[in-house]
């Protein structure tokens, strides 16, 4: 539930999930802060948590025809028998729809993009 989801804004600040049962998940954390401009946390998401890796997430804002943009990178190193390489296109995919849910709640106000009018 993307309700449970938050981001402490500051350095070492936490971007955590609450999960049922008072657990908790700290996915990331905050190690670069410029606001309005650029976050960088730290942290392997997901599965990664667990595997001998270390993330980094840059959110990285600039103006844009009166706008704002995100450009977002996930950069991962580390070890995996199988090779990291298997992991990246399903954390992209998951990434990119999540983004996606982003953008649909900062555009209009939702996160699922209303289907297509069927015409008659």
Request: glycine share 10%.
């Amino acid at each position: 539930d993307s309700h449970n989801l938050y981001i402490e804004e500051k350095p070492m600040g936490c971007w955590c999930e609450k999960l049922p049962k008072q657990g908790s998940v700290r996915h990331m954390e905050v190690v670069f802060l410029s606001p309005g401009a650029r976050i960088v946390m730290v942290g392997g998401l997901g599965p990664l948590q667990s595997m001998a890796t270390t993330g980094t997430m840059i959110f990285q804002l600039s103006p844009a025809d009166g706008e704002t943009r995100l450009a977002v990178t996930y950069t991962v190193a580390g070890y995996l028998p199988a090779g990291l390489n298997t992991l990246a296109a399903p954390v992209d995919a998951v990434l990119g729809q999540q983004f996606t849910r982003l953008k649909n709640v900062m555009e209009k106000g939702n996160p699922v993009p209303a289907p297509p009018a069927s015409r008659p």
